[in-house]
Nanobody, 128 residues
Framework: QLQLVESGGGLVQPGGSLRLSCVAS????????IAWFRQAPGKDREGISC????????YYVDSVRGRFTISRDVAKNTVYLQMDSVKPDDTGVYYC?????????????????????WGQGTQVTVSS
């Protein structure tokens, strides 16, 4: 099973930026979809962005499109989430997760279901 470790969370002011990292190890498949999820206080966890580690294709939900950027560094086995123009509504615990042998269309159609491996999460707080 893939192991995932997130880092980079913290306190940031509205309009500021933050970059989250997700380092993966223990590969057992040829490719994965790595997604970022967040869970705001009192709300369900939601998928917000994902990337196919094989071909680099990317998807964002509407609430973060144009403000967040997901990317990968294959050599470092790392997926990043660059968060710009953050808002108080972006506050929450951010998780990265992996789904094996899937394409982005599978993830989008399933509404970010069936992710098998999860990191421990990193807290992001947007506040002045």
């Amino acid at each position: 099973q893939l192991q995932l470790v997130e880092s980079g969370g913290g306190l940031v002011q509205p309009g500021g930026s933050l970059r989250l990292s997700c380092v993966a190890s223990g590969f057992t498949s040829h490719y994965y979809v790595i997604a970022w999820f967040r869970q705001a206080p009192g709300k369900d966890r939601e998928g917000i962005s994902c990337i196919n580690t094989g071909d680099g294709s990317i998807y964002y939900v509407d609430s973060v499109r144009g403000r967040f950027t997901i990317s990968r560094d294959v050599a470092k086995n790392t997926v990043y989430l660059q968060m710009d123009s953050v808002k108080p509504d972006d506050t929450g615990v951010y998780y990265c997760a992996a789904r094996t042998d899937a394409d982005l269309i599978d993830v989008v159609r399933s509404r970010f279901a069936d992710f098998e491996s999860w990191g421990q999460g990193t807290q992001v707080t947007v506040s002045s």
